[in-house]
């Protein structure tokens, strides 16, 4: 399905040129009608002699509806430039010529209407040599030239041949997965409810479906899809499109918002943009300035940042970082068009190249700049590694879509960059621009382990009594959810940085090495242990000898063993009485408190706390009075 837009001046016969080739008028609205003039943009179709159906959109061509003229021209694949023989070319023909060339519209047809009013074949051919003239330098200058008389049908067979050939030299429009439908036209339909209509680009609308209004995120579902008045199960990538959306009313949605599968797009207030600057403008572009951005269907205002210089001069080519006053949705590879607000004029346009930047950049950035320009125009691995330097931890599903490429470009761009180890995969899986497998570029890679290291390295050095840092504690300060902290951590620990002693996190080579003041107190320590080893001094009197830091650490090492909040053993001890107890069950059957009182001379505190111990550890059970090994 294609979508063909008119553009021209104003009453130089397209709407009457739409009405003869479609059978349909477009100007709906009666303002339109009674005064000959579109205002809003105008909906027809017609078949083309090969039998393709063509959408057509007739756009406004005075000057006080060129916004609106804008709104219609975002989506369509081929233009009929109207000139009307007895004028010429025209000041709208000019800014509407401009506004295609800027939009990148490469294919398309002159049409010199109204020739049924020129008498003098002489000014035929001297307005066809200033159209030429006109032409040269746009992406419509190879176009062919059709004389029409719509009133009297002349020439139309011949427009319609020269509109089928040059939209069998464009592409078919790709299928990315992402479906988005810029509106354009809103409306209720009474017992039906709200309608929108658009051009659908990067994908399919089903039946039933539900779908995201965006920027507003109000969500609906697909009651009915038309296209060409007809009911259709699907509409594809290209086609103009009726949706009949439940749950969604009017007054929530706006000319310029999106219709998409939920989750596949996320609107932005900060844009980077190659721009160009017209050179018949009226003035220099300055850093600061306010203008309105015109993409897809929207209108929004923005600030302009101009990125390396403070002013682009006439004609001049430069990096704009937009600040918009409302959020909007855009996409790497989109076209566009800057209008100054007041007075009215167009002002350039080009293309964006980074619809996401995590931040405003410094203006002055030859690392910026760089990177704009291999967004630009770099190849596609160079494309999606500058989408992933953006977008740091990532899926691949993310930087595919950011970088916008064919699903086979971005295949072999990510094999390219793995392959040569530019880009790391953090988990194990297929390698597909589908794929939720979480990447990042190695530089940010390294940095990242820099940082985990850093925190690590930082914490061993305010607590070196303590194993490590608590989990938690590292996740927290690299501000990473738990599936990424996770998954880093898995890389980490394989690649020897870091080692982890259950619930903490310790560099490899970490050792906990205590000085001779501290080895000095420990010793005192371990003489009071030896001195009663079944009944050996409470946690408190410990804490009291060697200071709190220092006794966790000794539990940390496990040279003691605390088996309740009171009571704790030096290691050795303590397994001399796991062992024990345990030979003791090889010949009786049970074990009481006093038992083990008396067989390890100690007292009933020490006893209960660790027989307690033991069940807690699955070693005995508890049963009535006395305790068995459990089995």
Known sequence: MRVI????????????????????????????????????????????????????????????FIENMLAGVGGIDAAILVIAADEGVMPQTREHLAILDLLQVESGVVVLTKIDLVDD?????????DVRHVLQGTTLEKAPIIRVSAKKRVGLPDLLQALEICLAERPARPDLGRPRLPIDRIFTIAGFGTVVTGTLTDGKLKLGEEVEILPEGVRGRIRSLQSHKRKEESAIQGSRTAVNIVGIEVDQIKRG???????????????????DLLKDASGALRHNADVKLFLGAAEILARVRLLGCDELALGQSGWLQLELRQPAVAVRGDRYVLRRPSPGETLGGGVIVDPHPKERHKRFSDQVIYQLETLRRGSPSEVLLQAAMASGFSSLREISGRARLQPEQAQAGLQELIGSGELLILEKGPISPESDLLAIPALQWKNETQKSLKEVDHYHQSYPLRKGIPREELKSRLKMTTHLFNLAMRNWVNEGFLAENGSFVLRSNFRVIFSSQQQSIITGLWK???????????????????????????????????????????????????????????????????QFRDQYNTSRKYALAFLEHLDAIGITVWDGDFRRLRK
């Not at 074949?121 to 040599?129: A, T, Y």
Request: glycine residues 8%.
């Open 257 to 275: 918002d999106l219709v998409v599968h939920p989750g596949t797009y996320q609107p932005t207030r900060l844009i980077d943009v190659q721009f």
């Open 528 to 594: 009071r242990f030896e001195q009663s080893p079944n009944s050996p001094p409470s946690v408190k009197e410990c804490q009291a000898d060697v200071g709190e830091e220092l006794y966790d650490s000794l539990l940390d090492q496990g040279e003691l063993v605390q088996v309740s909040s009171e009571v704790v053993y030096r290691r050795n001890n303590y397994d001399f009485l796991v062992k024990s107890v345990q030979e003791y069950f090889g010949q009786q059957e049970t074990l009481t408190v006093a």
């Open 5 to 64: 837009g008119t553009a021209g001046h104003v009453d130089h016969g397209k709407s009457t040129l739409v009405a003869a080739l479609t059978g349909t008028h477009p100007d709906r609205l009666k303002e339109e009608q009674a005064r000959e003039m579109t205002i809003e943009l105008g909906f027809a179709w017609f078949t083309l002699p090969n039998g393709e159906e063509v959408g057509i959109v007739d756009v406004p061509g005075h000057r006080d």
């Open 121 to 129: 074949p002489d000014w035929l051919e001297m307005v066809e040599m």
